[in-house]
């Protein structure tokens, strides 16, 4: 049987793409490289698919170059790195993993602001110093979250998953997004609010949305002075939803508490970054869906639409359903 040949822009656990391995001749990109290597990009005009990474930009320059191509499946849920509109217009089909990552991005989100709140990086780094002599009063105090109020930016899958775990710590829900939910205000009490208006009441904003033309730099000079000079930004979005230099003057300045960003702008930032310099911000290295389950499934996912897609058939997860035009 002639196998497909897939583009694997980056290695996985084999074990995680035993399922569909039969069926593919993997080519796989470097590890530890961002984007597409010199030497993933040789290989495009042969490959069939391609199993790419969020960190992918994946031009219509380089699907120029790939006359094979029927699919990229993208591992992750967001396809922000790809340009869709040229996928489209060469009748290629783009996949997604929505739903996979959900629990695990809505709990770094909690893991963000409780270790904001209660200076959980401080504490530990005083007692791996020896710095930890007594009980203390009035050492390392932070606040709770009951009562607090929360901004979500974006009441989406994981917006909803964020407002209900911070409703069972007893936080006050504000939302913003396109339109308002009235499953989400029933279930949780939460409350609809323009944008202006949730980041000059709330005590924490939690950025949720998809990275398009309308949420690049939603969070910028204009919108950071709005935020209460107590409050504190999470983003487990996408980089880019926040200018950063904006942000560095805000931390710097004090418009805002703290900051939590498990994606930046630049990706990876880079060590001697601004940002690196203030211990209120916390920095991780884009781990929103890094536990096991959610990278497993993630993986099924991704394979899943890969199968579909080199086959002809409907994707389970397609982030451009007009690419069907072009093949009529
Ligand atoms: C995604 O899938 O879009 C996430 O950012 C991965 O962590």
Same mark, same amino acid.
């Given at each position: 049987m002639n196998k497909y040949k897939v583009l694997l822009t980056h290695p996985l656990p084999a074990d995680w793409l035993a399922s569909v391995s039969g069926e593919v001749d993997w080519v796989v990109g470097p590890d530890n490289c961002m984007g597409i290597s010199p030497e993933v990009k040789a290989c495009l005009p042969e490959v069939d698919g391609i199993l790419s990474f969020l960190c992918d930009r994946i031009s219509g320059e380089h699907?120029?170059?790939?006359?094979?191509?029927?699919?990229?499946?993208?591992y992750a849920a967001g396809t922000d790195n790809i340009d869709l509109a040229a996928c489209s217009r060469q009748g290629i089909a783009v996949g997604n993993t929505p739903g996979a990552l959900t629990d695990a991005t809505a709990d770094l !989100?909690? #893991? @963000?602001?409780?270790? =904001?709140?209660?200076?959980?990086?401080? +504490? *530990?780094?005083?007692?791996?110093?020896?710095?930890?002599?007594?009980?203390?009063?009035?050492?390392?105090?932070g606040e709770g979250l009951r009562g607090a109020k929360l901004g979500i930016?974006?009441?989406?899958?994981?917006?909803?998953?964020?407002?209900?775990?911070?409703?069972?710590?007893?936080?006050?829900?504000?939302?913003?997004?396109?339109?308002?939910?009235?499953?989400?205000?029933?279930?949780?009490?939460?409350?609809?609010?323009?944008?202006?208006e949730l980041l000059a009441v709330c005590d924490i904003v939690t950025l949720?949305?998809?990275?398009?033309?309308?949420?690049?730099?939603?969070?910028?000079?204009?919108?950071?002075?709005?935020?209460?000079?107590?409050?504190?930004?999470?983003?487990?979005?996408?980089?880019?939803?926040?200018? !950063?230099? #904006? @942000?560095?003057?805000? =931390?710097?300045?004090?418009?805002?508490? +703290? *900051?939590?960003?498990?994606?930046?702008?630049?990706?990876?930032l880079p060590p001697d970054h601004p940002l690196y310099a203030f211990s209120n911000c916390l920095i991780l290295p884009h781990i929103g869906s890094a536990t096991i389950s959610a990278r497993r499934k993630m993986a099924e996912m991704a394979c899943a639409n890969l199968m579909a897609g080199l086959r002809g058939e409907a994707l389970t997860h397609c982030a451009n359903p007009e690419y069907k035009e072009q093949l009529k």
């Open positions: 699907l120029a170059t790939a006359g094979k191509l029927k699919v990229i499946s993208n !989100t909690l #893991a @963000l602001m409780l270790t =904001l709140l209660r200076q959980l990086p401080q +504490a *530990a780094e005083a007692a791996r110093k020896g710095d930890w002599k007594m009980w203390y009063a009035s050492r390392w105090l930016v974006g009441m989406g899958k994981i917006g909803s998953e964020v407002a209900r775990r911070a409703s069972g710590f007893g936080m006050e829900i504000i939302y913003t997004g396109r339109n308002p939910k009235p499953e989400i205000e029933s279930e949780l009490s939460a409350r609809y609010a323009k944008l202006q949720h949305a998809p990275l398009t033309q309308e949420t690049h730099h939603l969070i910028n000079e204009t919108t950071l002075k709005l935020m209460k000079p107590n409050s504190i930004l999470i983003n487990t979005a996408r980089g880019a939803e926040v200018e !950063t230099s #904006a @942000l560095v003057r805000a =931390l710097k300045e004090g418009w805002i508490k +703290a *900051a939590g960003l498990d994606v930046t702008d630049p990706e990876p």
